[in-house]
């Protein structure tokens, strides 16, 4: 198992932010209807998260369902809600039983009641503050969060930097250090806009159920010998 202990701090990312994309094209290519697909991929989640959090990682923030996802067609987005409803609890009750503490990001008025529920039960759960974090972004959008934050900065009296991020969605999680994006894809898809000012930036053309532990700390490791600057000398 990797660990983190051989290696100096700055080397492991604090917080990794992960875009599953893929899911689709996984079922597709195996003549599969697209939800079979993030079937797949809510399986893979909790093997992919123990394997950052073994080699040091402290916070992973997934995006599982943005803003725009909203308006696909009918049949997806309720199959996308219906996984939700059903594999939300099981697969953030194994994280939490670890050790984890699991919190949202987005608007999650969108979801039925009963979704909703799920989910603040679930935050109810996160006892130690401290724990390693598992941050998911559900309806979440990085416009949308961030006009959320100007609104209620501006509210508070002063629009700043810091007043900004006190009220993004993840006011108490640091910047993302490094995003890997499966799928192919080179962009973020309005993921974390704020939060990725300075993140490194990983791209893999493996689909999300097939992206696995060798690859994620093979990522992690290149993670570890980039130099960030910050815009600095
Ligand atoms: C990512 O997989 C999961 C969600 C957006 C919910 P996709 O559903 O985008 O899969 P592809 O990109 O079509 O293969
Ligand atoms: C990004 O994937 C959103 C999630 C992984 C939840 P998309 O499949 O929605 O992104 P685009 O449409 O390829 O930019
Ligand atoms: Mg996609």
Not at 58 to 64: D, E, F, I, Q, T
Not at 66 to 75: D, F, G, H, I, V
Not at 101 to 121: N, Q
Not at 158 to 177: G, H, M, V
Request: with cysteine; glycine share 8%.
């Amino acid at each position: 198992m990797a660990s983190g202990d051989d290696k100096s701090a700055s080397a492991i990312p604090r917080h990794v932010g992960i875009i599953m994309d893929g899911n689709g094209r996984w079922a597709t290519k195996r003549l599969l209807p697209r939800p079979a697909g993030h079937r797949a991929g809510v399986k893979n989640i909790t093997p992919v998260i123990e394997s950052a959090f073994d080699y040091g990682v402290h916070c992973v923030s997934l995006y599982a369902f943005s803003t725009e996802n909203k308006a696909r067609p009918e049949s997806e987005v309720n199959a996308l809600v219906d996984l939700i409803r059903k594999r939300l609890r099981p697969m953030t009750r194994e994280l939490i039983a670890r050790g984890a503490k699991v919190v949202f990001s987005g608007d999650i008025s969108y979801f039925p009641e009963d979704v909703r529920r799920i989910m603040s039960e679930i935050c109810a759960e996160n006892t130690d503050k401290t724990a390693k974090t598992v941050n998911i972004a559900l309806d979440y959008g990085g416009r949308e969060e961030i006009v959320r934050a100007a609104r209620l900065a501006a509210a508070s009296g002063e629009i700043t930097d810091s007043r900004i991020r006190a009220n993004l969605y993840t006011s108490e999680l640091p910047d993302l250090d490094m995003i890997i994006r499966t799928g192919g894809e080179k962009r973020l898809s309005n993921f974390m806009l704020y939060q990725a000012a300075y993140s490194e930036l990983f791209f893999t053309d493996t689909l999300w159920p097939d992206f696995g532990k060798a690859e994620l700390i093979s990522i992690l490791n290149e993670y570890g010998s980039r130099t960030r600057r910050f815009g600095k000398l």
